[in-house]
């Protein structure tokens, strides 16, 4: 009894105490929610509204969520796009070998849709500005990725780092993620990424041998019929004339440098075990043929490179090569070797390619490779 | 939308109270048009398009309430509404008729259900469209309950509130707050190590099993009640008190006390209109737990389409009808008499050793309200109960490693321990057991709380807490290609 009396002594006095406590708690809130939306922005890990800060450790690691920040807020001449199978270009490199300033914007396992986004956010960025139009683009196309759905992208995007809605940053300047991981443990205890190296694979150079290869790979069941040769044309046309031909054909300023990686011999095993040997050829064909048609595009055909796929002590896995081919094929972009021919022109034509490919895919002893590593 | 979203946080919700408030006052035809409103928007933010299979099937049911209360009171129009709400549940979510499932139809079909029971029983006079649209529609309940009931929803829409209950607002606000960390942090920190294991059964040993059963039983409690919370929380700053849906279920000592505190509003639900139409308890023993069993099986057959839930539900209606027909029995008498004398430390012993039996036998039966199939419950099953030892999965233990609190763990230097991985899954698994056995009831703790700094701060850091919480930062460690 005495407790309520006094408390409604305390409340005459004071006003009504839940409603005090309430607007404690509300204004403590919007304070740390403040406090937390400035250091956000001030530091933006993920370049969605700065440049980075000069001498922040900042930590590089998420593709999906720092790339589109980085194309539209770092400055550069030049990019290079695509897969793993480019996550290990260095891009001193490109500096020493074509004097250019280059970025790399990889997503591991991309798909059309996934290039075609970020080279939106490239294209509208300053650093493609009228007077100063985009050098190159450095391409890398794996054909598997173009068969797939036009819209498809390989992991769902955080679209609020996407797109211009400011209402949906929500996301990332209250984030506990973005605060503990990207702005507090660089602080505590920095280790700044080396953005020429950016996303490099973890592989250490014992991974990459052929035990270790073969000990990961499982050959397919045998398909009994065969693909027909042009299966994949139509949903490559799509992919092709949606996510890709539009930033060639707008961006006359700006060459494309379209790159095919060389996948292992065990790729090949794959492609005549499943059966679609001629239907991938064909795949080759016509984006080599469809791309190579554009006066700003030049191709690269790597993947019949025999010395090199034939090696399993070239790869980690069976796709992944080593990094020193990284290097070979920026030697190869600077000095033009394993260029495919434009039609009409000098050198070698991409139906040479294809049947040197062929020829390997179909000669090659996969049962002693296979046979041998158990 | 969900109540852990940003959109309903800084958007819906502070809209449609401020709404309330400039409307509440308009009389009761304004206000009720503003709540269905509200509703309805919430409701069709992130799908609208099942938003007409609730006007319409709100628009029929209406239609059959009317003509049961106060055209011809027949058993035939009730019969038709009923084939209608179950055949329409049955169509959507168990032949897929329509290729979709509208969200919350097992929770507005039920609540249509009791609208017409209770016409049909003559408790309900001349309930108008709106009211009838509000306790259809209400947002906080309507996606995942709890099931009000007319008789105790209706009234409080004619209640009149003309100052501001500061009071009221402050209790209803720290049950959301405590509702939203419950899922925020607990249910989804545990659902990651569930997922985990579910998604690779073959590779668990029987600590890495026990760890998935016991993490979803913790999961499914807090995940399920803190929505409830919220939606008390939510309703109540409308002033309006939705029922108690969860009332410490873990704290019981057998089955029978569970149900009292599980989910009460289905519970509540199917005795009033499945369990006691069918006889109840006055038709003799036999007869009684028959009805007790068709109970449990179709509760079993609600929860999801598939054979694992009419298990979970028959483990349930099993052990309940054994349960009651042991206390209904002498022996059971006796022991009680003699229990009575004996000294304190036994009966504590004896209710502890309940309290435990019965917790494992609830997360057993959740093993199959959890796995994709039979198949897979006995998989889990069986890797738990044959003792295989070993370490607990490296992945597994990591789920629970909040990155919050490893950096506590770096300030204390204990991450160069070999078992430093571990320490959290264990902390937190047996903190929120301690929660589960010896905590107090979200709902009982903020009707005795005090306005104060403490409280203040509280509410503040697990408010924030758990908003800087709702988004992560996608990464996919495992890519290939």
Known sequence: ?374 | MLFNSYSFLFLFFPAALAGYYLCRKAGEGVKNIYLIAVSFVFYSWSAPQYLPVLIAGMAVNYGFGWQIERVSHSKQVLAAGLVFNIGLLGCFKYLDTAGFVPLGISFFTFTQIAYLMECYRGNLKGTGALSYGVYVSWFPKMMQGPIALPGEFLPQLEKKSAVMDWEAAYRNLYLFVLGLFKKVLIADTLGKAVDLGYANLATLNSWDGMIVMLSYTLQLYFDFSGYCDMAMGISGMFGITLPLNFDSPYKAANILEFWKGWHRTLTAFFTKYLYIPLGGNRKGRGRTYLNCLIVFFLSGIWHGSGLTFIVWGMLHGVLYVLTRAWKESRICDGLSVRLEKSGGFIRKLRHGISVLLTFLYVNVAWVFFRAPSIEDAGTLLKTIFSFQGGRVNWELAGCFNLDEFWYVIKVLHLDRWQYAHYILMVVILIAVLFLVFFGKNAVNFVKTIKPGFFHAVLITVLFVWSVLSLSGVSSFLYVNF
């Open chain 1, 1 to 374: 009894m005495k407790e309520k009396q006094d408390f409604q002594q305390l409340h005459k006095k004071n006003g009504n105490p839940f409603r005090r406590v309430l607007i404690a708690a509300l204004t403590m809130v919007l304070v740390l929610f403040g406090l937390t939306t400035a250091l956000v922005v001030y530091v933006d890990p993920f370049f969605h509204y700065h440049a980075p800060l000069e001498g922040f450790p900042y930590l590089v690691d998420n593709q999906l969520s720092q790339n589109p920040g980085m194309a539209e807020h770092m400055e550069y001449d030049s990019v290079i796009l695509g897969s793993s199978m480019t996550v290990n270009f260095q891009t001193t490199w490109f500096q020493e070998l074509m004097g250019l300033n280059t970025i790399k914007l990889s997503y591991s396992g991309a798909f059309p849709k996934d290039q075609s986004n970020i080279m939106k956010i490239i294209f509208e960025s300053r650093n493609n500005a009228e007077e100063n139009r985009l050098k190159k683009v450095f391409l890398g196309v794996d054909v598997i990725t173009y068969t797939g759905g036009v819209d498809e992208t390989k992991y769902p995007i955080p679209e609020y780092l996407y797109d211009d809605n400011l209402l949906n940053d929500i996301n990332y300047v209250l984030n506990k993620d973005v605060v503990l991981n990207y702005i507090l443990r660089p602080i505590a205890d920095p280790e700044p990424t080396d953005l020429s190296n950016v996303y490099a694979s973890w592989w250490t150079e014992e991974y990459y041998s052929e035990e270790w290869v073969l000990h990961n790979y499982e050959s397919p069941e045998q398909v009994a019929e065969e693909a027909d040769p042009g299966a994949y044309i139509d949903a490559v046309e799509k992919n092709l004339s949606q996510n890709i031909c539009p930033y060639i054909e707008q961006n006359p300023d700006t060459e494309f440098v379209i790159f095919f990686p060389p996948y292992s011999i065990l790729f090949w095993n794959d492609v005549q075990r499943e059966n679609h040997l001629e239907a991938t050829l064909s795949e080759y064909r016509y984006i080599s043929e469809r791309l190579n048609a554009y006066e700003n595009v030049s191709v690269y055909f790597f993947p019949d490179q025999e010395e090199i796929i034939c090696d399993l002590n070239n790869y980690a896995d069976y796709s992944h090569y080593h990094p020193r081919f990284n290097r070979y094929m920026t030697e190869c972009f600077a000095d033009g070797t394993n260029l495919v021919a434009k039609e009409g022109q000098e050198g070698k034509p991409i139906e040479e390619y294809l049947a040197h490919m062929r020829e390997i895919a179909v000669t090659f002893d996969y049962e002693k490779l296979l046979g041998s590593g158990g």
